[in-house]
């Protein structure tokens, strides 16, 4: 009976080293095969994490992928720079110094004939050519081009609107709702000019913030986006779905 315990025993043993192997071989060759996996699976993970807005693009090229987009990134931290500070001077000088555009525009004017005038008679008694003053007009074709982009703007923005108010969508139209009255809200504490150039700082400070820290952002926007679905579906079943809609679809035409 020793003997045939002992057996036993041995047999055991060697079924445990079998499936150790076993085991560390499957870990192994699965970490080999996540090594080897292709670049498109890789690719396909990555595009299952939450982005913010459902974005699928590189921030980059969401701001249109062109100088605009350097200059909000700050690519070119100079230009960047001197574009911020040249709207906050503008602002400084229409805000703060309450100065007004036509007055400054009637100025400009008149220092920029002046002097020109002057330098033109003066050249006469210092034996000079007068000064050549450019001819200034305005190019037909970019003109024309930035038309047709903000016929195609307003016209996108109309549909919009007229998909909003048919009523197909009661949470798009809520939150187009609350957008609009946050938006009110904002404009009665400040000018438009203010409100511009918030906006004109906002999109040279949270573009950047953003594509440094996109994975926490998005993370946090996950939670939050989870939280706001189940507040919305508490009040879609509380208020939202008592509203009457009209008739019922299934209801048959006489």
């Known amino acids: 009976m020793a003997e045939h315990d002992k057996e036993d025993s041995v047999i055991e043993s060697v079924k445990e080293k079998i499936q150790d192997h076993d085991t560390s071989s499957d870990s192994d060759s699965d970490s080999d095969s996540d090594h080897g996996k292709p670049k498109s699976e890789s690719d396909s993970l990555k595009s299952k994490i939450y982005r913010l807005f459902g974005r699928e693009k590189p921030v980059h090229k969401v701001l249109g992928g062109g100088k605009p987009a350097d200059i909000f990134l700050w690519r070119n931290k100079k230009i960047s720079a001197g574009v911020l500070g040249g709207a906050t001077?503008?602002?400084?000088?229409?805000?703060?110094?309450?100065?007004?555009?036509?007055t400054l525009v009637c100025y400009f004017l008149i220092l920029t004939l002046a002097l020109l005038f002057l330098w033109s008679n003066a050249s006469t008694f210092i034996n000079k050519s007068p000064p050549h003053?450019?001819?200034?007009?305005?190019?037909?074709?970019?003109?024309l081009q930035i038309a047709a982009a903000l016929r195609i703007e307003i016209n996108w923005a109309f549909s919009v609107l007229r998909d909003i108010a048919s009523g197909r969508d009661l949470?798009?139209?809520?939150?187009?709702?609350?957008?609009?009255?946050?938006?009110?809200?904002?404009?009665?504490?400040?000018?438009?000019?203010?409100?511009?150039?918030?906006?004109?700082?906002?999109?040279?400070?949270v573009p950047v913030f953003y594509e440094k820290y996109e994975d926490q952002v998005d993370a946090?926007?996950?939670?939050?986006m989870i939280e706001i679905k189940k507040q919305y579906a508490v009040f879609d079943a509380k208020v939202l779905s008592k509203i009457p809609r009209g008739p019922l679809k299934g209801m048959k035409k006489d």
Do not use: D, Q
């Open 89 to 102: 001077a503008i602002w400084v000088l229409f805000e703060l110094l309450e100065c007004h555009l036509l």
């Open 133 to 143: 003053i450019p001819e200034v007009r305005i190019p037909e074709e970019p003109v």
């Open 171 to 205: 949470k798009k139209f809520l939150s187009v709702i609350a957008g609009l009255w946050v938006l009110s809200i904002v404009g009665s504490w400040c000018n438009f000019l203010t409100l511009f150039y918030i906006a004109f700082v906002l999109l040279h400070t």
């Open 220 to 224: 946090f926007a996950e939670k939050a």
